[in-house]
């Protein structure tokens, strides 16, 4: 059996508990992180955006790049297909936001973003993932800072790449390399291959994070006693559930914690997350973007239809407090819930969508792939 590890380096920096939260455009805002690292010690990721949306200064990017002040570690997703604009924006996020770790997306399944060769896509252009890499890592590099990139397996079981992308990772003097054990096809239908990620800790000696389908942190410790992995990512399992931080920084240091609040501290901390969301992005908007939240955070409590219609259109502090106020606060955990999936899972796509004649090539170095600058999908 593997030790456990409590602790992740990713070059020079250095994370008290292998768990980094996962990137979640739309979720992984400056209010979440911040309402998930107050739980406890991890990495927790800025939601992605764009290298090109960076170098051109583009207002949205702009405004999606906000930490809390209490986040002493910056760390940014970057999505790019252009070696010298990933470049550019890698140089801008640690000379002039202070970051202290890149993560690159190569695993988005969306199809308006595989279909210009990016995201999940992109790894089958060994090439240009070389490329892309290599950029990166030398424009980080003078700061000190760990680039590491995210991917799948692959873009169906025809097509693997995931191999081939942890070589060049470490070839290319990458920190890390996260793998969700699914293919782009699947996008997050099915199960998650852990075996997958196994085989790709024996294939490199970088270290690799195992993400998908971590749902308590009893999971997250099989998956790294079955991988070898030396740390996890989290996404869909703590939506409306920031307190599984707290549960997965005590499983990696020895105490088995589970957090089963009552429906009263539930809406504590969603009054929490309403109140640091109107913090960051002013209250109207702030609580437009909270309503997402909701059937997560209420997920298995007994809560009326008309309750539940009502907070999904709520659009003031003030209001949800009288919402909140008729949810009965004594309602135990649903137990049931526990180890069963939330957020998105869906059926596998038909086919990945790929620009002409994607996989004729597996190198893909030169190519001009169009990169938009205010791609915001993700994942
Ligand atoms: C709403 C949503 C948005 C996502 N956005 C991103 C993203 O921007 N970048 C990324 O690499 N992955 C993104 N993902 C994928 C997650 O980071 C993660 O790889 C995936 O959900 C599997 O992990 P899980 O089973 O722990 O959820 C997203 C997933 C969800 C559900």
Redesign the pocket.
């Given at each position: 059996m593997t030790a456990l590890p409590d602790s992740l380096t990713l070059g020079s920096l250095r994370v008290d508990t292998p768990v980094v939260l996962?990137?979640?455009?739309?979720?992984t805002n400056a209010a979440y992180r911040r309402l998930c690292a107050e739980q406890g010690a991890g990495l927790y990721v800025c939601?992605?955006i764009t290298s090109r949306g960076l170098v051109e200064r583009d207002e949205t990017t702009r405004k999606m790049l906000v930490f809390d002040d209490l986040e002493t570690t910056r760390s940014v997703?970057l999505y790019g297909t252009d070696p010298v604009y990933i470049g550019k924006a890698v140089e801008i996020l640690c000379a002039d936001f202070g970051v202290a770790h890149v993560?690159l997306?190569f695993?988005?399944p969306v199809p308006k973003v595989t279909r210009k060769g990016g995201g999940g896509a992109l790894p089958w252009k060994r090439g240009l993932l070389g490329e892309i890499l290599e950029h990166a890592v030398a424009a980080a590099t003078p700061y000190d800072v760990p680039v590491t990139m995210?991917t799948r397996k692959g873009l169906d079981d025809d097509h693997l790449t995931y191999l081939d992308a942890g070589r060049i990772a470490q070839e290319t003097g990458v920190a890390a390399i996260a793998l969700?054990g699914?293919t782009v096809v699947q996008a997050?239908s099915g199960e998650?291959d852990w075996d997958a990620i196994a085989a790709l800790v024996d294939h490199v000696d970088i270290p690799v994070l195992g993400?998908?389908?971590?749902w308590e942190a009893a999971d997250a410790l099989r998956m790294v006693e079955q991988t070898g992995a030396a740390g996890v990512?989290?996404?869909?399992?703590c939506l409306g559930r920031p307190w599984l931080f707290r549960d997965l920084a005590a499983a990696f240091h020895g105490e088995d914690v589970a957090t089963l609040p009552t429906l009263g501290e539930v809406k504590a901390m969603m009054r929490r997350h309403a109140e640091l969301l109107s913090e960051h992005m002013g209250e109207e908007r702030g609580c437009k973007e909270f309503r997402k939240h909701i059937t997560w955070y209420l997920k298995g409590f007994p809560a009326g239809g008309e309750l539940r219609h009502q907070l999904a259109l709520v659009d003031s502090l003030a209001s949800l407090d009288v919402l909140l106020d008729g949810l009965d606060g004594d309602a135990p955990f649903p137990e049931r819930e526990l180890g069963t999936p939330r957020?998105?899972q869906g059926a596998p796509r038909k086919k990945v969508v790929l620009p002409d004649g994607w996989l004729d090539d597996t190198d893909g170095r030169g190519s001009h792939l169009r990169e938009d600058a205010d791609e915001t999908?993700?994942?």
């Open positions: 996962a990137p979640m455009a739309g979720i939601e992605m997703q993560d997306n695993g988005c995210k969700h699914r997050y998650a993400n998908g389908d971590i990512v989290v996404g869909r399992g957020g998105r999908t993700g994942g």
